[in-house]
């Protein structure tokens, strides 16, 4: 850690390194902890999760995200270690970052009580600390706007006028999050000039400028960044379901319209509809927001509905082409919610599975990675070691994640009963049996 003469030192912008807690070990916490070392920081992340906390130390990754097992072995305990204990990384830290988890409740509105409680134990460490220069609270959870002064501040804060307040959201894609910290195409800050002045400096050896503004803009930032890619895929989708009618290949169209430059070609994939930890949670965040506010989101509210009904979708294809599915043994190839992850949350193959076993069909599985987390889901499900176990003997497959191992599937499919294939992403190419894609 930094001595007092360092410390001053590095207030006075002749070092670049700082002390930095991070307070949350899950893809957000984790990834930033173990970037800000490879940047030359002193890291302490913090966790109840005694488990997630000796993984660390021993280098070994919590989760399951590229690059970062790599990162985390040349680091543990030789400039990264974590804790359970606020008291062993708060006082000694320039910077503490909040970085956990932030889900919706049943109306679909944040649940902050995580962020309370993460808030409450910062200040309390804060006000042990025998310390005299400034320290730093930043907000990288998602949080609606006035989240971080309002429930924040005063949690951290309490009368001290020592502890600066920032937000610095985070735009990290899961599969690639490592790759995305060190590689950003933006970095926004929101805070009063000497909090967000130090916040910049921990990004200063990645040549990224940041954008410097206030807190509330900084929250609405990532709100209205996530918001508008998944309004992109759900257009995608709607304009999918379109040409499906018309005997269209919506992916010919997307390409097209994608060399726009007002438009670029990301995000414009039709498929089964989006899913992970951030999409459909802050679209709904934003609409709960919104509805406080006295205003009817009715483009967001287009947004959830459509990608909502896009799974199923696939149910209805299959029915069609097969008929009853009781008794019937489907295939579900892809149960994360995208490749390269293991995350299941809101991943479009669960109200599929949902939909198929209320039918009585027999749904057997497959996944590279999440077979594991989704049996907490449904346990009853027959989870397979290959594909071609899946498909073995099945009536149907639904294709619901694009991993590329399944673009090389073929003769695979011939162990079928009767190759009947629906394709959420455009996975595979077949030229016998039925194949269908969702939206093309």
């Known amino acids: 850690m930094l001595t007092a003469d360092e410390r001053d030192s590095r207030n006075r912008g002749e070092v670049s390194f700082m002390n930095v807690a991070i307070i949350g070990t899950g893809y957000v916490g984790t990834v930033t902890g173990a970037c800000f070392a490879e940047l030359g920081h002193n890291v302490v992340c913090v966790d109840i999760d005694s488990r997630k ?37 708060i006082p000694s830290s320039d910077i503490a970052f909040i970085c956990v988890g932030t889900p919706s409740d049943e109306d679909g509105r944040i649940d902050l009580s995580i962020v309370r409680s993460a808030s409450e134990s910062i200040g309390d460490a804060l006000k042990l600390a025998d310390r005299d220069s400034y320290h730093v609270v930043v907000v990288k959870s998602t949080v609606v706007p006035g989240t971080t002064e309002n429930v924040v501040a005063p949690l951290v804060r309490g009368e001290r006028d020592d502890v600066g307040i920032a937000m610095n959201p985070e735009f990290l ?23 967000a002045g130090m916040v910049a400096r921990l990004y200063e050896k990645i040549p990224c400028k940041a954008t410097l503004t206030d807190i509330r803009t900084a929250e609405m930032i990532k709100y209205a960044n996530n918001s508008f890619l998944a309004t992109k ?54 609409i709960g927001k919104a509805e406080e506010l006295g205003y009817d989101p009715l483009i967001l509210r287009a947004v959830v509905r459509v990608n ?20 019937r043994r489907i ?11 293991d995350d299941i949350r809101e991943a479009r193959s669960i109200p599929v599975i949902r939909k198929l076993l209320g039918m009585g069909a027999s749904v057997a599985a497959y996944d590279p990675l999440a077979a594991e987390n989704m049996r907490t889901v449904f346990p009853d499900v027959e989870y397979c070691q290959s594909a071609a176990d899946a498909l073995s003997g099945a009536d149907g497959c639904l ?22 294939v629906i394709d959420g992403r455009r996975a595979v190419s077949l030229d016998r049996g039925v194949y269908e894609g969702i939206c093309w």
Not at 64 to 85: F, I, M, Q, W, Y
Not at 176 to 195: E, L, T
Not at 331 to 341: E, R, S, V, W
Not at 399 to 420: G, H, K, P, Q, Y
């Open 331 to 341: 295939a579900i190839l892809g149960l994360a919610f995208k490749n390269d992850t």
């Open 308 to 327: 909502e009904e896009q799974p199923m979708r696939m149910i209805e294809l299959l029915v069609k082409q097969i008929g009853d599915v009781r008794g």
């Open 399 to 420: 294709i619901m994640t694009e991993w590329d191992e399944f673009r090389s599937l073929d003769r695979e499919f011939d162990a079928m009963n009767e190759i009947v």
């Open 53 to 89: 906390v000796d993984l660390i130390n021993a280098g070994i990754p919590p989760i399951h995200e590229p690059e970062l097992a790599e990162l985390l072995k040349k680091h543990a305990r030789a400039g990264l270690r974590a804790t359970v204990d606020y008291n062993d990384a």
């Open 233 to 286: 895929i759900s257009y995608a989708n709607e304009i999918g379901n379109i040409c499906k009618k018309l005997e269209i290949d919506v992916y010919e169209v997307m390409s097209a319209i994608g060399k726009d430059f007002r438009i670029s070609e990301h995000f414009l994939n039709a498929g089964a509809g989006f899913g992970g930890s951030c999409f459909p949670k802050d679209v709904k965040a934003l």
């Open 173 to 195: 894609r899961e599969g690639k999050a490592v790759y995305d910290f060190m590689n950003p195409d933006k970095i926004v800050i929101g805070g009063d000039p000497r909090s």
